[in-house]
Structure formats: structure tokens, C-alpha cells
């Protein structure tokens, strides 16, 4: 039992400490004019699924809920964003060749299709992010055009 | 220990209130996005943007549709990329998503070759642009070795962009491009393969013989 609290102790300690490492926030304000919708003017019912959906991990914007203030789980986010933004960047998409903007297209079409995306763990908390098959239909046919 | 118990739960009853609130949280945060979003409408230069990005994406199914036989240069350069190719087309073939994996990777130092090898100044920046997509590619490719059908997807991908390089720096053999209707929800999808025999990579075994020659790439 003595090390059972030494234990306990140990981790609260860790958890406390853990709280005082800086984590680089992804809160860009300014949307560039290689922003996805901004070029390809989606209809709102689009640009809202792409919003809820998509914009909080592929872009220079994330809305953060309050828990990630809160470590581990904000690096946990953190690790998800940039990754994300590595694959698929909207708020700089008008950036990337006229190559490299097709297959990101179909690469998105692939990963709605394949139920791929957005993650099981995002549409667990964020429970209207996730695409019903109408929500599907849109972006397919959107992406397709 | 009843303290440590009533602190998780205290800690679970916070997690839970908040997945509750989420729904708030999101609304608010597209209210917000809508209006930075206003904002950035009244840039000028963003709809100049959006026009000429808009015709690139109306083209963006050209390539399966191109059926005319093709003639690119003699060259060397493309040798190891196309047997990397190839290679990885023969595992998709044959189902075996481990040596899609190991040629993937092959294709990956290829590319790096490239750039070693005498390739025309005035070229060098369109094979930038197709091997920067492709090498993408070729990395999801050796990245999926259990998820098969995600390295089909970017091994169709990969094809077109194979293709591009093939056009730009030439090839050592005759390709011929094979087009199979039915993929990504018909909206097709193509390989290429030194024979003209049609084995498909985009399904392998599930519909090995699906597809048909679309064009020859002969060599000058």
C-alpha cells in the first residue's frame, strides 16, 4: 500500500508537471486566398461540412475544445493537427501544383469513400462532424464536378 | 484510496459534460469561420484565384480519358522508376500487399536517382512537380502494407503521375496504358503495364481481367 501512494504521487506529480509544456497552437486568424472554398466556392452546405468536418485538422485554424488545454491530451491533438495538415493543408491548398491539387481531390473522394476520414476518435467527441450518407453524397458530387 | 476514487470520478463527470456542450461549441466556431470567411471574400486578387483554379479542376478527368497512342523519347533515366513501377504492380497483381510495400520503397530511392541524372534544365521543374506528388504516393503505398485497397488507391494515383514523368523524361520499354471502367465508383481508373495483356492491380483477384488497352506508349 506505501508504494501504491508512492506510485500515485509519482503521477500526479508527472501530470502536473506535464501541464507547463508549451504547445504550439494552430490559431492562424487570416483566411489566405489559397484557402479551399475561398477557390473553389463550395455551396454553404458543403463549405459547413467541410468546416465542421474537415477544417479543425487540415488547416491553419484549429477551434480548440477546453480539454486541450489540458496535457496530455492537448499534445495528443497537437500530434493529430500536424499530421493532418502535413497530408492535406485546405487553408493552403491554392498553393500546391495543379498536379498535386488533383490527387489531393481524389485522394479526398477515396478517404469519404472508405469511411476514412474524419477519425473514429474526432467524431466521438465531435458528434456532428460526422458524414451521413448525404453529407457523403454532397461532398462526392462536389468533388467530383 | 475512496479520494483517488472520487477524483476519476469527478474527472469523468467533467469529460462528459463537455462531450455535451460540443455541439454549442461547434456552431459557434462555423459562426466564426463564416465571418472570417466574409472577410476574405473581399480580396480581389482570391477570385482571380478561384477562376483559373477552376479550370484546372474541370480537367481534372482528362488523363482517363486520353486515348491516343503516345510516342515519348528514348531514355535511361526512367529505367529504375519503371521497374519500381512495374514491381509494384505486379504485387498489387498478385494481392500481396508486403511486396507493394518493398517496391514502394525501391520507387522512393529511384526517385532520388532521378535528380542525379542528366536531366534537361528546362524540364527539371515539371519532373520536380510529378515526383514530389508521386513520391507521396509511392510512401502511402509502402506505409499501407496491411491496408491493400488503400495502396490500390494510391498506386492509381501514382499511375498518372508515372505517366506524366514518362511523357516529360521518356521511357526505356513500350507501356501500354490500361483503363479499367469500374474503379472508384466507376468513375474509372488506369496502370500502366509492359504487356498488353490485361492483369488488373486496381482489384487483383477479385476482377483480375477487368480493363482494356487505352493507348500504346511506343519509344522514338
Avoid at chain 1, 32 to 54: A, G, N, Q, W
Avoid at chain 2, 9 to 29: E, P, R
Avoid at chain 2, 57 to 82: A, C, F, L, Y
Amino acid at each position: 500500500m506505501r508504494w501504491f501512494k508512492v506510485i500515485v504521487l509519482i503521477v500526479i506529480v508527472a501530470l502536473l508537471g506535464i501541464q507547463f509544456i508549451p504547445v504550439k497552437r494552430n490559431m492562424s486568424t487570416i483566411i489566405p486566398s489559397t484557402d479551399f472554398i475561398i477557390i473553389y466556392k463550395p455551396s454553404e452546405r458543403v463549405s459547413d461540412i467541410l468546416k465542421t468536418s474537415c477544417y479543425n485538422c487540415h488547416s491553419n485554424h484549429t477551434d480548440y475544445p477546453w480539454y486541450s488545454y489540458v496535457q496530455p491530451v492537448g499534445l495528443y491533438l497537437e500530434g493529430h493537427i500536424s499530421e493532418g495538415k502535413e497530408n492535406l493543408n485546405l487553408s493552403e491548398f491554392g498553393n500546391y501544383s495543379g498536379r498535386r491539387q488533383k490527387s489531393k481531390l481524389t485522394a479526398m473522394i477515396y478517404q469519404i469513400k472508405d469511411n476514412k476520414m474524419p477519425l473514429p476518435a474526432y467524431t466521438f467527441i465531435h458528434r456532428n462532424a460526422k458524414l451521413s450518407g448525404e453529407d457523403k453524397k454532397q461532398l462526392q458530387n462536389f468533388l467530383n464536378r | 484510496m475512496k479520494q483517488l476514487i472520487s477524483v476519476f470520478a469527478i474527472m469523468a463527470i467533467m469529460l462528459s459534460a463537455c462531450t455535451g456542450n460540443n455541439k454549442q461549441v461547434n456552431a459557434q466556431s462555423i459562426a466564426d469561420l463564416e465571418i472570417r470567411h466574409e472577410d476574405a471574400d473581399h480580396h480581389l486578387d482570391s477570385r482571380e484565384n478561384m477562376d483559373h483554379h477552376n479550370m484546372e479542376m474541370g480537367s481534372g478527368i482528362e488523363h482517363h480519358m486520353d486515348s491516343s497512342p503516345m510516342t515519348v523519347q528514348k531514355s535511361r533515366t526512367n529505367s529504375i522508376v519503371i521497374d519500381a513501377y512495374l514491381k509494384i504492380k505486379n504485387a498489387l497483381v498478385a494481392d500481396n500487399g508486403k511486396d507493394a510495400t518493398k517496391a514502394a520503397k525501391d520507387l522512393v530511392n529511384a526517385f532520388d536517382n532521378i535528380y542525379k541524372s542528366s536531366i534537361p534544365a528546362e524540364k527539371m521543374s515539371e519532373v520536380k512537380e510529378i515526383i514530389e506528388d508521386a513520391r507521396e504516393h509511392a510512401d502511402h503505398i509502402s506505409e499501407n502494407q496491411g491496408n491493400i485497397e488503400h495502396q490500390r488507391e494510391h498506386f492509381e494515383m501514382l499511375s498518372i503521375d508515372i505517366k506524366g514523368l514518362i511523357a516529360v523524361a521518356g521511357a526505356d520499354r513500350t507501356l501500354y496504358q490500361i483503363y479499367c471502367p469500374m474503379y472508384n465508383n466507376k468513375k474509372g481508373g488506369m496502370w500502366l503495364s509492359a504487356s498488353n495483356e490485361i492483369k488488373n492491380p486496381l482489384y487483383g483477384s477479385k476482377m483480375l481481367n477487368c480493363g482494356e488497352v487505352k493507348s500504346k506508349i511506343s519509344i522514338q
